[in-house]
Structure formats: C-alpha cells, structure tokens
Antibody, heavy 121, light 108 residues
C-alpha cells in the first residue's frame, strides 16, 4: 500500500525557516517524480514544486522560487521542502504527492494527509 | 491567479447529471486531471488523461476535452459526490503545473 506521511509543520515567525519531510513507503520511491502542493486556509490547491527521480530537475511556482528548495533522499525514501524567508501568505497545509507524467498524462495519484504551516508573529 | 478557470460553484439534483468545466490555453496541448476533495481530507484523483479512472472510482465519473476546455461529468450524482473539484494540468511551458480555482459541487 502506497503511503506518504508528511511531518515538520508548525508555527513560525515571518522571515523564519522550516523544513518539511515526507516519508514514502509501498512503492519504489526512486522511480517517481515527487511534488509538494499546498492549500491556504479556505482556499484552493496550489502546486509548489516538483523534483525528478534522481533530483536532477526541480521546478517551482514563481511565488516560492529562491526561498524554497525541494530535495529528496532516495536511500531514505524521503522528500523534503526547505522553506526560508517565510511570509504570512505561505500559511497553508502542505501536501506531499506522487506525480506521474508522460507525453499524454500528468497526474497526482497519491497524496499524503498534509502538514500545517502557520506563519505568524 | 490561476490560468485554469473553473466555475466557483455548481449544484445538481440527486441522481441527475452534472458537468464541471475547466478552461485554459494549456488544455489545447495537455490533458487535465481531476481531483475530488472533501472537507478536512486530502484530494483524491478521479479522472486523468483522455478519460481514465483510477481503481476504485465509480464509473459515473467521466472526463472529456475539447479545444481549451476540459470537463468532468458525473452521471447520476450521489450525495457522497458533494465536494470541491479541482482540475490540474501542465502550464504552457510544460515544466510547471497549475490547478484551477476549484468548483464546489452541491448535491440537492
């Protein structure tokens, strides 16, 4: 059974940093692109970042570029999101998701339950 | 702001058919995927590609696409289908992803 379990969320002051983790199990982690998707309270879903199987390609939504870094450790079956210079508008539930891509498909087939990040003084 | 546009809210009578649409230029090049999200829960994939359903998704859910519009159709809506629905696709660059703003479906 595929499982994605996020951790590391919490309350942080504006300008602070936080590192999210996602522990993956039930599939060959190193064979899949992985993503972070967030959802601000009462708002819609927003894709944050993607990382290729070997970490050689990473893509970010413009609003986090230069502040957030996605990474992975295939030996530990883990995905990470280092978040620096946090702003109030980064407050959201952050989901880890597995991304399947191909010439005729793009989908998030498995999601974690999310971890809440609150940026406030 | 999202480049994929969805109606904020749609309603359907129990047992009737409803179509939820998603518009965007990138949909001329890429298929959309659709997600159902109920309050307090993570999103669930319901449709992807041309018209594919993951295992466990009822066959009353179907997808289609024409031009710059992708559609999710629920044929014979049930009370448990009441949820928020989001479309997702690559953006025009192909390297980034984007979600529509979401459609709140009410089953009357």
């Amino acid at each position: 059974e595929v499982q994605l379990v996020e951790s590391g969320g919490g309350l942080v002051q504006p300008g602070g940093s936080l590192r999210l983790s996602c522990a993956a199990s039930g599939f060959t982690f190193s064979s899949y692109w992985m993503s972070w998707v967030r959802q601000a309270p009462g708002k819609g879903l927003e894709w944050v970042a993607n990382i290729k199987q070997d970490g050689s390609e990473k893509y970010y939504v413009d609003s986090v570029k230069g502040r957030f870094t996605i990474s992975r450790d295939n030996a530990k079956n883990s995905l990470y999101l280092q978040m620096n210079s946090l702003r109030a508008e980064d407050t959201a539930v952050y989901y880890c998701a597995r991304w399947l891509e191909g010439y005729d498909k793009s989908l998030f087939d498995y999601w974690g339950q999310g971890t809440l990040v609150t940026v406030s003084s | 702001s999202s480049e994929l546009t969805q109606d904020p809210a749609v309603s359907v009578a129990l047992g009737q058919t409803v179509r939820i649409t998603c518009q965007g230029d990138s949909l001329r090049s890429y298929y959309a995927s659709w997600y159902q999200q109920k309050p307090g829960q993570a999103p669930v994939l319901v449709i992807y590609g041309k018209n594919n359903r993951p295992s466990g998704i009822p066959d009353r859910f179907s997808g289609s696409s024409s031009g710059n519009t992708a559609s999710l159709t629920i044929t014979g809506a049930q009370a448990e289908d009441e949820a928020d629905y989001y479309c997702n696709s690559r953006d025009s660059s192909g390297n980034h992803l984007e979600f529509g703003g979401g459609t709140k479906l009410t089953v009357l």
